[in-house]
């Protein structure tokens, strides 16, 4: 009689292995909520794991509301939830042009809502939470990666004036596979000193919601779709 093959048991990813151990950190108050966390590389050294691990577990926490990533100011811890950060693998990356296209579908069709909806509510406060999301924006020009991170908190900023909870939290748990598609288009434009057309888009897009005028905002993000996918393919043609 042969051997039955026992299935393999699923093994979690390094990623989430590190945000399930920050996450037992945060809860038993050694990170208290408004407190930051180590910065990526000496949670990278202090994990024994790579960078895009420890990126991968801050996405995760950062989609269950535990912490934010703030430019400037790290990465906060936001709460301390009960429940556990999940992630889901086939998030996690990009293959082809071809997904890629459907990825930014679907950010698309997020965004088309938190435009509108940004540009109805908005108010001088939250005109003004913009405005500093844009400056953050704008003083990460000269360092690709610290732009990629400003270039995440300005959209979440722009879902968080959009007032609609469930979209915050879509566009968080597509957070992961955006970050890694903007680290490698956000590169490519700053190899080509194309990057300062890339800001230009979103100083638009945000003048656009600041004047409640969701056209104009709406062509601005189609114009940087357009670059990124473009940046992609010039990527994958080399």
Known sequence: MKAQIQPLKRQPSVG???????????QSGAYKPGERLPGQRQLAEQFGASLAGVREALSVLSAAGLVEARPGRGTLVRSVGGGEPTFDGWLGAVGDASEL?????ARRLLEAFTLREAARRITPEGAAELSAALED????LG???????????F????ARLAGNRVIIRL???????????????????SERGALAENFATHERLSLGVAAGDPQQAQAA???????ALAAFEELAAR
Do not use: K, N, W
């Open 155 to 158: 959209h979440l900023c722009l």
């Open 171 to 189: 566009m968080q748990a597509i957070q992961a596979p955006l970050t890694e598609q903007l680290r490698s288009s956000i590169a490519h434009l």
């Open 16 to 26: 989430a292995s590190i945000a399930a151990q920050l996450q037992t950190l945060i």
């Open 143 to 153: 360092d690709p990666e610290a732009y990629v991170q400003a270039d995440m908190q």
């Open 101 to 105: 296209a459907e990825l930014i579908e």
């Open 221 to 227: 993000f189609d114009d940087m779709l357009r670059g």
């Open 137 to 140: 924006l704008r003083a990460a």
